[in-house]
Each structure stands twice: as structure tokens, then as C-alpha cells.
């Protein structure tokens, strides 16, 4: 009977995708129906849907993305979505999330670029040197201009990102694992960054200097990195979330995100809930100034949401700020920290060195700082860090930088 209703099911998606009678009034789910114009997708536009169902033929008709305890995800038009829905099967949309760009004149990145474009040199040399071995940030974070950043042993600080440039010469040495989920559901033993986000977040938290300590240094230059690309031309939260669930069942002690999206994600949310032993940093976003302007899923009440500072201890107008109330409580929807996010220098995709703005480069100081500072779990970790936080910007906790900035203690 349940096979019965099912191929009924399938049958009437297929007759309502070719004659283009669904009604686009239908809601696909309480989220679509809060989604933007400009964020749902054309009628006619694949998007990736969650399908809450584990039929096999609906899985052999449509594909898989990923298999999840709730459904399976997978490319559907809205025409598609709106039949299944019809037919009464819980469909849901996916957000699609965007690595927190650069603001203003630095997207495209290019017109940041920082040196030649060669590939950095090989296992024997170098062609490519920063431009200050120890970034401002960093020194910031060390409250030392002058000190050379240690420790971080045996933490394993997973980057979702880009992917990252394996063969960079300050990274090489600090790599452990390597996955591209942005591909379905069979996760490919690669990571190649073709875009230098991944990259660029991976050098602040964990660079350690190259072969022969002429290169850049991260916060903790002596942590593991798995690179896990989730990102392509844009970052899909069902590829977010599996590799959430990938790292906390993996030995990833820390989980740093330098992207997000105005709206929740379930299976985010879940994956979070699912791995509680895992610290999680993320970026707050670049939406700023307004109050609430704070990206998912850095506004997840599990997830430590990092704001921006500059060089002056300033605040930008773009950093995004979250609603904080003042009760010094990081809940759903407020920013923990600020840290160092402007004309910040970094490894690069092609072995180089670029300097860029954003939160997307704050959130990779703080997640260093708690590989550094690692306290045994997840929980006693986020205490300490809050425990090392003093106000930077008004007093208390406030909107743009929660806490505070949080330092090495002097």
C-alpha cells in the first residue's frame, strides 16, 4: 500500500514538473515561505531541497546529495518541490550560504593580492615571503609584536571552507586530512582551493613558518588541520552539515567557519546539537552596522560568533552585530568576540601571501587562540576564552564585540 501511494507520488511530481500546473502560492515549508525573492530559485531553477523521507524509489528518481536521519537532500525545482509537497510528503529548502567575502574594494580579491603570482616555491625553496612574518593580528592576539607564536599540539582544528592549497610551504607540515563534500555522497579524498578563502583562514590559525621558518605563523603554528572544502561557487548547508558531522566523529576538537547566511539551517543546527564535544567558531558576517545583522550559523547559540576589529581596536561598519542584551550570557543571535579582521595577511591558493579584510578572517584568530589554549573540552575551552576577554569596544557585552577581545594572558 505504502509502495502504491509512493509511485502515485512520483507520478504526479512528473505530470506536474511537465505541464507546469504547480501553483506557485504553494509553501514548500515554513521556511521557503520566509525566504526573499531573491533568495528562493526561479520556478524552473534547481535548488537543493531536503526531501524528510527514505523511499528508495524516491531516492533512485531524484538523486542523492547526502543521506540524513531526517531525509535525504537533493536537486529539485520548485514546480517538483511544490508536488511533493502537494502529494503530502515534508519537503524543505536548503539555504545556500556564502564564504563572508571581503568588503568593499577587496571582491574581487585580486585587487588585494599581495606579491607575485607564482606558486611560492617548492619543498627545497621559497619565492614568495610575507610581508611581516608575524601578522598585526597575531601579535594582538600575544598582546607581543614581538613574540614567535607557539603551541597547539595534537589539537585538530577542522577549517570548512574553500578547501586549502596543500603544498603551500608555511601549511604542508600542519595538514592531517583532506575531504571534498561538495561533490554527493561520497566524500572525495581531496580539498584543492580554487578560490584562497580555505587558505587564507587556515594560515591565521595554524601556519607554522615553512621548512625554513622564513614564512608566515597562525595563532597556534603547532595544531592539525583538516581541510574540508564545503564550499564551491557557493556553500551549501547540506554539504555544511555532513561535514560537521564528519569532523566530530573524526577527533576534530574545533570546528572554524569563515561563512554563513541570514537564514537558520536544520540540518546545521543538528549537526551542531549532534556534536556537542566539538568547539565551534564562526564568522558573525560582513552585513553591518544595524543591530541583529548577524549571519548563521555563527548566531547559533552553540557557536562562538566572531565580529571584527581594526589596528586601532576599532570596530568597521561592515562587521555584523548581533542583539546582545548586556547580561554578559552569549545566547541565540549575539556576537561572543571581535578580533583582528582588517588588512589582515595570510597564506594564499597559489603559495603566496594575500592581505584582506573581514570577519572571515577575525573568526580564524579565535579559533587559533583555542587550539592553543585547548582545556580538555569543548565547554571548559569556551569558558576559558570567555575568561580571557576584556572590552574593546563599549562596556560589557555588547553588540559588536560580545565579551570583548580575547588574548593570551600577560
Known amino acids: 500500500m505504502k509502495d502504491q501511494l509512493i509511485k502515485k507520488i512520483i507520478l504526479m511530481v512528473g505530470i506536474i514538473a511537465v505541464l507546469g500546473v504547480a501553483s506557485s502560492s504553494v509553501v514548500i515549508s515554513s521556511y521557503a515561505s520566509a525566504q526573499t525573492l531573491a533568495e528562493k530559485p526561479d520556478l524552473d531553477s534547481k535548488w537543493v531541497y531536503?526531501?524528510?523521507?527514505?523511499?528508495?524509489?524516491?531516492?533512485?528518481?531524484f538523486g542523492v546529495r547526502h543521506n540524513f536521519d531526517v531525509g535525504f537532500t537533493t536537486f529539485l525545482n520548485e514546480h517538483q518541490a511544490a508536488g511533493l509537497q502537494r502529494a503530502g510528503l515534508e519537503v524543505e529548502l536548503v539555504p545556500l550560504y556564502q564564504i563572508t567575502k571581503p568588503p568593499g574594494k577587496c571582491d574581487p580579491w585580486p585587487e588585494c593580492k599581495n606579491g607575485g603570482?607564482?606558486?611560492?616555491?617548492?619543498?627545497?625553496?621559497?619565492?614568495?615571503?610575507p610581508s611581516n612574518q608575524i601578522t598585526w593580528g597575531v601579535s594582538k592576539i600575544y598582546r607581543d609584536a614581538a613574540v614567535t607564536p607557539s603551541g597547539g599540539n595534537g589539537i585538530n582544528v577542522a577549517v570548512l571552507d574553500t578547501g586549502v592549497n596543500k603544498d603551500h610551504l608555511d601549511l604542508k607540515n600542519r595538514i592531517i586530512d583532506c575531504k571534498d563534500f561538495t561533490k554527493g555522497p561520497n566524500i572525495k579524498n581531496t580539498c584543492k582551493d580554487?578560490?584562497?578563502?580555505?587558505?587564507?583562514?587556515?594560515?591565521?590559525?595554524?601556519?607554522?613558518?615553512?621548512?625554513?621558518?622564513?614564512?608566515?605563523?597562525?595563532?597556534a603554528p603547532a595544531a592539525n588541520l583538516m581541510a574540508y572544502k564545503v564550499c564551491a561557487s557557493g556553500c551549501w548547508t547540506d554539504d555544511i552539515a555532513k561535514a560537521i558531522d564528519f569532523a566530530g566523529s573524526n577527533g576534530?576538537?574545533?570546528?572554524?567557519?569563515?561563512?554563513?547566511?541570514?537564514?537558520?539551517?536544520?540540518?546545521?543546527?543538528?549537526?551542531?546539537?549532534?556534536?556537542?564535544?566539538?568547539?565551534i567558531v564562526a564568522a558573525a558576517g560582513n552585513d553591518g552596522p544595524a543591530?541583529?545583522?548577524?549571519?548563521?550559523?555563527?548566531?547559533?547559540?552553540n557557536v562562538l560568533a566572531i565580529g571584527a576589529i581594526d589596528v586601532?581596536?576599532?570596530?568597521?561598519?561592515?562587521?555584523?552585530?548581533?542583539?546582545?542584551d548586556g547580561d554578559s550570557v552569549i545566547e541565540e543571535r549575539e556576537v561572543a568576540f571581535g578580533a583582528p579582521g582588517v588588512s589582515v595577511e595570510s597564506t594564499w591558493n597559489d603559495g603566496s601571501y594575500y592581505t584582506i579584510s573581514?570577519?572571515?578572517m577575525a573568526t580564524p584568530h579565535v579559533s587559533g587562540?583555542?587550539?592553543?589554549?585547548?582545556?580538555?573540552?569543548?565547554?571548559?575551552?569556551?569558558?576559558?576564552?570567555?575568561?580571557?576577554?576584556s572590552d574593546i569596544w563599549s562596556a560589557g557585552d555588547d553588540t559588536a564585540t560580545g565579551l570583548g577581545l580575547p588574548q593570551v594572558p600577560p
Do not use: C, E
Open 50 to 61: 531536503l526531501i524528510k523521507n527514505h523511499n528508495q524509489g524516491l531516492k533512485d528518481i
Open 117 to 129: 603570482g607564482d606558486d611560492g616555491g617548492t619543498d627545497n625553496t621559497r619565492t614568495s615571503y
Open 194 to 219: 580554487d578560490n584562497g578563502h580555505g587558505t587564507h583562514v587556515s594560515g591565521t590559525i595554524l601556519a607554522d613558518g615553512g621548512f625554513d621558518n622564513l614564512g608566515i605563523y597562525g595563532v
Open 252 to 279: 576534530a576538537n574545533i570546528i572554524s567557519m569563515s561563512l554563513g547566511g541570514d537564514r537558520q539551517s536544520s540540518l546545521i543546527s543538528a549537526a551542531i546539537a549532534r556534536n556537542p564535544h566539538v568547539l
Open 291 to 301: 543591530d541583529g545583522s548577524i549571519d548563521y550559523p555563527g548566531a547559533n547559540v
Open 312 to 324: 586601532t581596536v576599532s570596530v568597521p561598519s561592515w562587521s555584523s552585530r548581533g542583539i546582545n
Open 358 to 360: 573581514g570577519t572571515s
Open 369 to 389: 587562540l583555542a587550539a592553543k589554549f585547548w582545556q580538555g573540552n569543548a565547554q571548559n575551552t569556551r569558558n576559558y576564552l570567555f575568561g580571557l576577554a
